[in-house]
């Protein structure tokens, strides 16, 4: 066992990857995995609460697995897995949800969003999502949730859950933390710069992947919409462009007073397209390994294979600790 904090995170495979997930959660996740044990995983369970075509979900959940890496992540510092192939996320959802209040699930931002969206398939899965979230992070007794700014709702939820479990029957999970950057926990939207930037957004314009080429990444962000004032500045009157500094800041560590500094004076047309150069030149080296990686897909198989293994053991233990706590009997093997 190891004296490192410990550290859950995970994507949802319903969309590629986009700037506002790798700069609000991915890009920190690299920089604590020495720190930390990281468990990182692909959450395709949290996906299908929206309508999924088979076929893409298990292309997009290699892709993203393969994005982790690309963008840094090492197998072998960390434990890349597939949630569904643990099935204790599950079952401990199924505790977790007896004792889950619906008027807390009921005040979930991101639920009622969702169910705008999706008036047709308003399912019981989209609204204990966030149950589902909290046990992901508690079977492997997280300290600390690096995550954007959207998730800290949830996050609020998985604590409460950890607090009520602990106080009803014995202390059983670690209470964690939620881990957001000071800049970049929430990068808004390229078209609409007052709503986050999201990988199932209608408007491909409005969003940046990860594997989109330079030449759209360099459009997409000289489309992005800004205002007429004229002046780089990181102000909440000028959201479009406030939001291009935060991405200039993420993608370089340049501080913001120094970004708005070097473009006093200097028009919207030279800073965007200093902006698309900056992301294009951080996002190419993982464009490129993307592209090794998915060449090689017995090695992505190893890594998913040996991140289920070694997350399972740590899942069944804390599973085990719950079942016996809420008075199931323990099953019996001859
Ligand atoms: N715009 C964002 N800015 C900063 N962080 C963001 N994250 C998502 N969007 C932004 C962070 O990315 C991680 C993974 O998110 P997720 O896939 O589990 O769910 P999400 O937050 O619902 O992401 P999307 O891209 O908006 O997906 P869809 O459109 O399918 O709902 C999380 O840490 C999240 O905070």
Redesign the pocket.
Known sequence: MSDKKVIF????P??DL?L??Y???IKNWVDLQDEYDCYYCV?DM?AIT?HQEPKDLRKRTLEILAQYIAAGIDPEKNTMFIQSHVSAHAELTWVLNSMSYMGQLNRMT?FKE?SKDNADNLNAGLFTYPVLMASDILLYQADLVP?????KQHLELARDLAERFNNRYSPTFVVPEIYTSKV?????GLQDPTS??????DNENDYILLIDSPKATEKKIKRAVTDSLNKVRYSDDQPGIKNLITIYSKMTGESVESIEAKYEGVGYGKFKSDVAEVVNEGLQPIRDEFERLMNNKDYLEDVYMNGANAAERVARKTLRKVYKKVGFIPRKFK
């Open positions: 995170s995970g994507v949802k319903s969309g986009t506002g997930n700069l609000g959660a959450v949290h929206v991101q969702k995550v954007g700014d959207d998730q970049g926990s929430r990068i808004m986050k930037m999201s990988k199932s957004g």
